[in-house]
């Protein structure tokens, strides 16, 4: 079964930085295509960051010089830090692994930006 469990998410004033994780289990991340999305209210839900199976990074360019996807082959796991965060970051992110058609969705966790 594969799973996809996003943590990190907070509260945090504008300027503040924060550090998304995303545990994946049933699939080995480093094959898949891992990408971070978002979804704001009342918008759709869109790419932020994803990094391929060779490494290639690719950013939103709302979040480029602010934003850094990695991730750690031994842990499976795909991380998003952010930083210089801004009000308009605000937002439910979920991790996304994609590999032959087939897409895996995390829940979610929620990022606000605020004073």
């Known amino acids: 079964q594969v799973q996809l469990v996003e943590s990190g998410g907070g509260l945090v004033q504008p300027g503040g930085s924060l550090r998304l994780s995303c545990a994946a289990s049933g699939i080995i991340s480093n094959t898949y295509l891992m990408g971070w999305y978002r979804q704001a209210p009342g918008k759709q839900r869109e790419l932020v960051a994803d990094?391929?199976?060779?490494?290639?990074?690719r950013y939103a360019e709302s979040v480029k010089g602010r934003f850094t996807i990695s991730r750690d082959n031994a842990k499976n796991t795909v991380y998003l830090q952010m930083n210089s965060l801004k009000p308009e970051d605000t937002a439910v992110y979920y991790c996304?692994?994609?590999?032959?058609?087939?897409?895996?969705w995390g829940k979610g966790t929620l990022v606000t930006v605020s004073s």
């Open positions: 996304n692994g994609y590999r032959l058609e087939i897409n895996y």
């Open positions: 990094i391929t199976s060779g490494g290639k990074l």
